[in-house]
Structure formats: C-alpha cells, structure tokens
C-alpha cells in the first residue's frame, strides 16, 4: 500500500477527496471525489453526529478507492486565525521567543485555548533598526483541532498534517512554483477568502461572510424557486446575459458588487503599503462559484484586471485527470493543494 497522504476537504456542503502520486514527469492523479457533507458537517459536539461523519468519510475513501490512510486535513477559515503581521527582523530563535507576546496583539481569543506556529514570509533586504520582517500567524481553537482528529480516527484515518484553508488554495494553484502579484479568490459556499499572493508567497489575506449559498438564496427570494432549483439555474445560466435573458445575473450581481468592493479595498491596501513592488497584475477564482458562467469577465470588467479561473488541475499539469473532474477543477483546489503537501519538503 503506498503511504503518501490524501487530501481531505470538508466543506459546509461538500467533501472533497483528492489522491495524487508524484513520477518523475510530475504529479499524477490517483483518485477523487466530491460528495455532500451532512447538515452539521464537523461542527457538531454529539457524539452521535460525530459517528455518523466518521462513518461517512470512511465510506467516501472506500468509494473513491483510495490506497492509503494517511490524511492532510484543512480547517475552515472562518473558524482559524491566519495573519500576516510585521516584527522586527529577527533570527527564527528570537521570533520564537517573541511570537507569544506577538500573537497576543492580534489573536481575539485567549491564548490558553489556542494551537499557534508561525512562519517567516520575507525578511528584510537591508539591515537596520527600522528592518522589519513578515511572519505568518496561525491559530486554531485547540477544541476544533480535536475535534477533526478524534472524527479522522474513528474514520480509521491517521492525520499526517492539519491547515488553514487559505495555504491549502495557495499550493493548490501553485505548488511549489513561482507566480506573479495575485489576488486570489476563494469563493466558497459560505464564505469568500482574499489572498494577496507574491511569488508564491501569501503577504495578505482575509475572509468575508458571502459566497455560493447568498448566489443562491437571492435567486430564490427573486424567482421564488426552491433551494435545488435556484443552485441549478445559477450553475447554468450564471453572468450570461445570452440566456434567460440576464434575470439570473442581475439577482445575482447585488452580491458581486459586494465582492467587487472587497477586490478594490484590498487592491488599494496593496499599492499603499507595498508602494515600488510589482502591480497585482491578476485575479485567480476559484471555489465552486468560480465555475458560473461569465464570472471571470464580470470581475475583469468591473476590477480592470485579468481575471482567469484557477483550476489546479490544468495550472499544474497534472496527468490522467478525468475530463468530468477536470471540468470541476476549482472546488478541488483546496483538497489538491493538501494532497501535494505530502511532496512540500
């Protein structure tokens, strides 16, 4: 049995599970699957739902054949603390030391019942006392960190490695490569993640509370669909304005512009504190809404950017997908940035 870990997605709709093998040609798909998550997903403390989500994941790794019990976990984000934050430049003895009183700064819950690590982004190209450094700041509620290993374990699942969803999508679209100044969007169904991403390396991130699910309740306040109805007609019809005649995107576009407002703020914090660096020169989406239909030209036409879909299949050049996994390339970007976190070091 090869030993390299899966990675394991657990979304507020949907799970997804993605095995890949590394040849010397590259990243070769093994296996996957998307499947829908319960209603109480992970967050319930019963232990009854608790069986029941162990059960079904365990199932889900049968189904998708997949060859190992080792797992790369994500955690939500809207449940972790991820920051980028500026010390002074220090050798990695120091910030250590130093993190504690750091995180004290920025963390909005007590540090007692928090799990930190951190890691140095950038130092400083020049000496000095007025050098400063990047770090970046993760905290997750030891409780949540419990919880998934305990459903992982009763799932029969050893897990290799938990993070935040935000790194996840970063690798996801990158691996290990380079990249030019981007802001990455990850628009999940119940939230929408922003990422300033330079080199392959996050300098700013942070999360709003819309995503799919807002896409489609309005369809349903405007059309009085119901909930399936609603999900099926945004995924068909979506921006476009050659099919039913635009009704959909304008039900729709009161809460794009909301994410537009968001793109713009953080574009404008870009050019302000990262004056003399490269332009953000584009938009990757991905997440499940970055599969609607004319997404990518509403945002390169209300932003000024190019805007592409990330679909990390494709930007990875990962072989022997299938056509029908690769045409839903974005809502695996997290559970593809975690399987190849297995080859990171």
Known sequence: MKSNAFGLDIGTAGIKLVWLDNEKNGFVYNTSLLGVAPRQGMQSESPFDQQEMAQLINKFVIDAKIGTNNVNVSLPENQVFTKVI???????KEVSDAIYWEAEQYIPA????????????????????????????VAAPIALVKRYQSILELAGLTVMSVEPEILSTIRGIWGKGQSPTCLLINIGSMNTSFAIVQNGVIIFNYIIALGGVAFTRAITADFGFTFPQAEEYKRTYGLSDKNFGGKIARAIEPIL???????????????????????????????????????ELYFADQIGIETVIGNPWSMLSIANVPKEVLARGPEYTVSVGLALKEYEQ
């Open 86 to 92: 500026d010390m002074p430049a220090l050798s990695d």
């Open 257 to 295: 512009t909301s994410i537009a407002t968001e793109i713009k703020k953080a574009i404008a914090f870009y050019a302000t504190k990262y004056k003399g660096e490269s332009a953000i020169s584009q938009i990757v989406l991905t997440g499940g809404s970055a599969l609607l239909p004319g997404i």
């Open 110 to 137: 007590p540090l007692d019942t928090v799990t930190l690590d951190w890691s140095v982004l950038r130092r400083p190209k020049t000496s000095g006392l007025d050098a400063r450094m990047q770090v970046l700041l």
